[in-house]
């Protein structure tokens, strides 16, 4: 059964004065908590068709509507407050403290004076500011990645059931940008908003979309989930604009939470365990490892360490506390490209996958992602011989 729109456009067209037409004749359904990402060419309409969301710009033809209900017929100024908006600039006022930025929106849409406080801190903490430590920062005071985090925040403050983000990770430097990316859809995994995000970066919108519009020249050229797009695109275009033709596609966009992880028979022992039960944890699980043996110390659901059974440290200490070592992992919603990035620099072949406030998940193998990945392409080798 096909899913209706939350948020929908129907026949929208904007045409400016000059003749300038920057979207034509778009219809598109958004469904209710989804990351819907648009991408395209420069000057495609991406951003306008985005504008014309929360009606900075005003369509010429065509309707959008909110749960049925059309956006024409609402006061333009309440309908931005319903609507969170998260820019590339984050666009954060220079005057005003981190926990005055983040109440504004509460402010206007008249939330009880008692109850702001209490909406600012839920919502810093949501991204990882604690109103004690930040609250009274000023923006200049902070990092990029913080304020695009203030940004965010400010955004969930007003609790709006839309939120519109155009290139709100652009300005920032890649290991920033990732780890926003990563915060972002854990997030999303928790509130379900509805989420319409603009990127120029490919990797970027197939990573952050549940399902990816592609534009071109004021039309939607196909929308889909990024898999789909890969195995089925409905053109040259959309072919090229995603590389389906290449085969290390599937790393730069899947993402780890589609693969299988291994979840029995790990190498894996409690903190109060012995050196001999480590020992035998690493004999009997069927992992492949790259060279070393790594056992994981797993304590209430959590990864706290790790420990090598093969080298000098683990076979001169009294206890196994005695050689835990840090642990590499990586988070369900990374891409297989980031986790194979990850083994190659740490040297292992077997990483811990984690889940939001670290959650140990399972852990992905080499042997297992290669399989996944061979298998995945042989469904669209099938595909494109019907």
């Known amino acids: 059964m096909k899913q209706t729109g939350f948020l929908s456009l129907k026949g929208v067209t904007k045409?400016?004065?000059?003749?300038?037409?920057?979207?034509?004749?778009?219809?598109?359904?958004?469904?209710?908590?989804?990351?819907?990402?648009?991408?395209?060419?420069?000057?495609?309409?991406?951003?306008?068709?985005?504008?014309?969301?929360n009606r900075l710009v005003e369509p010429t033809e065509g309707?959008?509507?909110?749960?049925?209900?059309?956006?024409?017929?609402?006061?333009?100024?309440?309908?931005?407050?319903?609507?969170?908006?998260?820019?590339?600039?984050?666009?954060?006022?220079p005057h005003l403290r981190v926990k005055d930025n983040v109440s504004v929106v509460p402010?206007?849409?008249?939330?009880?004076?008692?109850?702001?406080?209490?909406?600012?801190?839920?919502?810093?903490?949501?991204?990882?500011?604690?109103?004690?430590?930040?609250g009274h920062r000023w923006p200049s005071d902070l990092s990029g990645g913080q304020k695009q985090r203030v940004g965010v925040a400010r955004a969930l403050a007003g609790?709006?059931?839309?939120?519109?983000?155009?290139?709100?990770?652009?300005?920032?430097?890649?290991?920033?940008?990732?780890?926003?990316?990563?915060?972002?859809?854990?997030?999303?995994?928790?509130?379900?908003?509805?989420?319409?995000?603009?990127?120029?970066?490919?990797n970027e919108a197939m990573k952050m979309g549940d399902r990816v519009a592609i534009m071109r020249e004021g039309t939607i050229v196909q929308v889909d989930r990024p898999l789909d797009l890969l195995a089925r695109p409905v053109d040259d275009f959309v072919a090229d604009f995603v590389g389906a033709g290449n085969p290390l596609a599937l790393f730069?966009?899947?993402k780890i939470r589609e693969v299988p992880l291994r979840t029995e028979n790990l190498p894996v022992v409690g903190p109060d365990s012995t050196k001999e039960e480590a020992l035998e944890a690493a004999r009997n699980t069927p992992l492949k490892y790259c060279k070393d043996r790594l056992v994981f110390i797993c304590d209430k659901k959590k990864v706290v360490g790790c420990c090598n059974v093969d080298n000098r440290r683990f076979r001169e200490a009294a206890t196994l506390a005695e050689c835990i070592e840090p642990v590499t992992h990586i988070h369900r919603n990374s891409t297989l490209q980031e986790a194979l990035g990850l083994m190659i620099s740490s040297g292992i072949a077997n990483i811990v996958v984690s889940g939001d406030g670290d959650e140990f998940l399972g852990i992905l193998s080499f042997v297992d992602m290669t399989d996944f990945l061979q298998m995945q392409q042989g469904a669209e080798s099938v595909q494109e011989t019907r």
Do not use: N
């Open 15 to 53: 045409r400016y004065p000059d003749g300038t037409t920057a979207v034509s004749g778009l219809d598109l359904d958004i469904l209710r908590g989804e990351i819907l990402v648009l991408i395209g060419p420069s000057g495609c309409g991406k951003t306008t068709t985005l504008r014309m969301i």
């Open 63 to 93: 309707e959008i509507l909110i749960d049925g209900k059309p956006t024409s017929s609402l006061d333009p100024v309440i309908l931005r407050r319903r609507i969170g908006y998260v820019i590339q600039g984050i666009g954060l006022f």
């Open 107 to 134: 402010r206007l849409k008249g939330v009880p004076r008692e109850k702001i406080p209490g909406k600012v801190r839920e919502s810093l903490d949501l991204v990882g500011l604690p109103l004690e430590e930040y």
């Open 159 to 202: 609790d709006p059931e839309i939120i519109l983000m155009d290139e709100p990770f652009g300005a920032l430097d890649p290991i920033t940008r990732i780890g926003l990316q990563d915060e972002l859809l854990s997030l999303q995994e928790r509130l379900r908003k509805t989420v319409v995000f603009v990127t120029h970066d490919i």
């Open 252 to 254: 730069r966009y899947l």
